[in-house]
């Protein structure tokens, strides 16, 4: 097992920048099966190899209740890395199905990590480890702003007080080509997603928006990251009034007018 310096010195500068992990942290990684967390528990397990000090790591599988999500091929890649692995089912298709047919990931997503924050607490890990990568984070911040009118992503790392969970997503940095292109040190494939859903959402519309943005301007991401820091000098309409502004202004613009 082995991963070229550059991706860990990518997995460290995430880490050490965003306060991600600390010694003896007990981390738990969301296993999809997909190549981005694939490749993150990968590089985790070799990041826990060369460490300067020592943490867990563990990972969980989500069933989502969609089909077969070759738990035994996950489970044989984990026992090659020597990370203890489970798998926890769940009725999240049904609730989705149910619940909101028309927007399924928004809800699958909440539900995915209330379920592995639960696992977390239930076996004793403090940290929750997610496989967002770079173009994830640039996409969201495009959705927030198409679908939701808000311009905000997910943070790197972030706490959950409730659970006193750390949240972390230590791929911030890794371009999605990147993650796919070192999945060959890992020696696996990603499984395949039985979600009826996959490609076609909400988020697989923004992602070809941005491939054909890119073909006009390839500084298209290094923008938009830019933008999502804290600090950058924003100019933005007004907040919008309230009914009783609104009206206390017509009384006012009306005074004057009379006037």
């Keep these: 097992m082995n991963l070229p310096k550059q991706y860990l010195r990518k997995m460290w500068r995430a880490i050490m920048e965003f306060g991600m992990l600390f010694p003896h942290d ?3 990684v969301g296993l999809s099966g997909g190549k981005d967390s694939m490749f993150l528990l990968y590089s985790l397990k070799m990041m826990q190899i060369h460490s ?3 943490f867990s790591l563990a990972a969980t599988t989500i069933d989502l209740g969609y089909g077969d999500i070759q738990a035994d091929y996950l489970k044989d890649y984990c026992a090659r890395l020597e990370v203890p692995y489970t798998v926890e089912k769940t009725a999240i298709a049904e609730v989705v199905k149910e619940t ?3 927007n399924p990931c928004n809800r699958c997503a909440y539900h995915r990590r209330g379920v592995l924050v639960t696992v977390c607490n239930r076996e004793g890990y403090n940290v929750l480890a997610l496989a967002h990568h770079q173009d994830d984070a640039v996409e969201t911040f495009l959705l927030s702003l198409f679908y939701s009118g808000q311009l905000k992503t997910f943070a790197p790392c972030s706490l959950l007080d409730r659970n006193d969970i ?7 940095y890794f371009t999605e080509a990147e993650v796919k292109g070192a999945m060959k040190y890992t020696e696996a494939v990603a499984v395949k997603n039985p979600c009826p859903y996959a490609g076609n959402t909400q988020r697989e519309r923004v992602k070809e928006f941005l491939k054909e943005l890119v073909k006009e301007n390839p500084n298209v991401y290094t923008h938009l990251l830019s933008a999502m820091r804290e600090g950058k000098n924003i100019e933005l309409w007004p907040q ?4 009783e502004e609104m009206h206390e202004r ?3 613009f009306m005074g004057n007018v009379d006037k």
């Excluded at 750390?166 to 911030?172: S, Y």
């Excluded at 919008?240 to 009914?243: D, F, G, L, Q, T």
């Design 52 to 54: 300067p000090f020592p």
């Design 100 to 102: 909101s047919p028309d």
């Design 166 to 172: 750390r949240v972390i997503r230590p791929l911030v």
């Design 250 to 252: 017509y009384r006012t």
């Design 26 to 28: 007990k981390v738990m």
């Design 240 to 243: 919008k009034p309230s009914k």
